[in-house]
């Protein structure tokens, strides 16, 4: 996913301002695997393949992202913390 792009996304929930944090970039900087997390409701949307899971809660499959969410937190990645 484009940076230009992710700067123009806003948490579905309550509007507010997202964090990128980026695990794993292309040769262009374009984000492949990362999250974004909203301050305000503490939700985070992981990024898997270059497109961010945005769903309403009600329709994720938690059990689906937590392997991945397990796998950047061993790998040193604050979860909902900050920064790119």
């Not at 899971?53 to 909902?80: A, T, V």
Request: include cysteine.
């Amino acid at each position: 996913m484009k940076l230009e792009t992710i700067k123009k996304l806003c948490c579905p929930f309550d509007k507010a301002e997202l964090t990128l944090t980026s695990i794993t970039k292309d040769v262009d900087g374009n984000v492949i695997e990362g999250f974004l997390s909203c301050q305000d409701c503490k939700r985070l949307f992981p990024i898997i393949k270059g497109i961010p899971i945005m769903n309403p809660d009600e329709y994720r499959e938690f059990k689906l992202e937590q392997p991945l969410l397990d796998r950047w937190q061993k790998s040193g990645h604050r979860l909902g913390g900050g920064g790119e």
